[in-house]
Each structure stands twice: as C-alpha cells, then as structure tokens.
C-alpha cells in the first residue's frame, strides 16, 4: 500500500492522475489497449479533472468499464453516474475511447445487463481500477457486510442506511425517500483482479472511513480494507480524509 497525502484536493487530484496515466500509457504501449474501471463520484473529479490533461494518452485505444450505477434511473436522471461520468470525464476527453461499458441501471432485465457485463470484463485485464472510499467503508457500492469471495464480476446490491444518507447529503437527490434502494456494482473480487488501484478519498467526512480502512483490521464490515491485500494498491487522500490517520505516510 502506498499513500500519498496532499494539502489540497487540486494537488491530490493530480496526484492520481499522474499515477494512473502512468499505467494507462503503459497497458497501450505493451498490449496496444488499455482497460479501465471508472468510478463515478464528487469525490474523483479533481482526479479525472488532471487525467484529461496528462499528455501522451491515446484515448481511442482505452476501454472504459464502469464501476456501478443505481438500479431504475435512467441515463438523463441529474444521479445518474452514465451522465455523470460523460460530464466529468468521457465527453471532456480530446479522444472519444474505444468503448465504454455502461450499467443500464434502468434495464427491464437487469440479470441480463449484469450477465453480458460479466462475460466481457472477463474477456480482458482490468489495468487500472479508479475507485473511491464510501462514508461507510464501502468500495463501489460493496455496502458492509460485503461479500469478498463471490465471482460474479457485477451483482445487485441493497444499499444500506448511510450509504443512501451520503448520496442525499451530496445533493444527487431532493429527498431521503428519491434515493434508490438497489444498484449494480463491480464486485469486490473483481475490483481486487485490476493491476493497478487508484484509490482517491477526498474531505473531513470521509476522515474516519479512511482510518478504518488504511489502519483498521481487514474486515467485510468495512469493505475497502480488502484493497490492501491488493499488490499495487495508491492511495490519494487530501489533509482533510488524513485527519485522522495515526501512521506516518509521505
């Protein structure tokens, strides 16, 4: 596991992007393509903000798979992480990519989108995982208790209390009660078979997630300890999320 703590989002943001376009480029340069996981949260904009501008990356041999998405929002909802991840980063990209992989959250058979999203994440290598840390503990929507031994790269999950709370308290949803119960995500063994992570956990209400899950036991109850079983696991944090940490991290 290596950490990096920076004295403000900007910094952390490039931080980030540096290291994953580092891999990027590298995928392209040894196998021709690039695989990806993007996960789309506030908390990883300043991260994509800098990936846009890292030289040297040929979008079009890049693949996009995308991490999770609530169930029953269509692609046009103002929460929904297709549109969002268009705005933040795969529209704003001097490149369109090759192809980009997205949950259809608002499908009629959602054992089927998961099925056909299933059999092509595992046609390939995922090179670089861009992921995030829940108020919860959560990596993508793998709420505690997570289950880090299905093989399933996607499945359905319930979101519990506090994950549902963060998504209104981030200004996705007017209500408690507009937030969906249910979404798709990448699972946590298929997040953990992605060469390279890059995790970035930006702001003081994540402080606490980020001690549990760098400096606590690796438990399920908080699921992005998983990550630090991972050989090549980065950890992006600004002074705010670090607040709390008691070991000493460049």
């Given amino acids: 596991m290596k950490v990096s703590i920076s004295q403000s989002k900007v910094e952390m943001g490039r931080k980030a992007a540096a290291c994953g376009a580092f891999h990027i480029r590298k995928a392209i340069e040894e196998k021709g393509v690039a695989n990806i996981v993007l996960a789309c949260a506030p908390s990883q904009n300043k991260t994509y903000d800098a990936l846009i501008e890292e030289p040297g990356i040929d979008w079009s041999k890049v693949r996009v798979f995308h991490l ?5 929002l269509n692609d046009s909802h103002p929460a929904s992480f297709r549109l969002n991840l268009h705005k933040t980063i795969l529209d704003r990209l001097p490149q369109k990519v ?26 390939c290598q995922i090179d670089v995982a861009f992921v995030g840390i829940g108020e919860n503990g959560h990596v993508a929507f793998n709420d505690p208790p997570a289950d880090f031994e299905i093989e399933k790269a996607y499945l359905t999950a319930a979101l519990d209390e506090v994950c549902r709370h963060q998504q209104y308290g981030e200004g996705w949803f007017p209500t408690m009660d507009a937030v969906p119960k ?54 992006f944090l600004d002074a705010e999320a670090a607040a709390l940490l008691e070991n000493k991290y460049e």
């Fill in 98 to 123: 090759q192809q980009f992989f997205p949950i259809e959250g608002d499908a009629a058979d959602i054992d089927k989108v998961i099925d056909e999203l299933d059999r092509e994440i595992k046609k």
């Fill in 68 to 72: 999770d998405e609530y169930i029953g």
């Fill in 182 to 235: 249910y979404a798709v995500t990448m699972s946590c063994k298929q997040i953990m078979s992605a060469s390279v992570i890059v995790n970035t956990v930006p702001d003081t209400r994540k402080a606490q997630a980020v001690k549990l899950a760098l400096e606590g036991p690796i438990t399920n109850m908080v699921p992005a300890t998983i990550m630090r079983n991972h050989a090549n696991y980065n950890v």
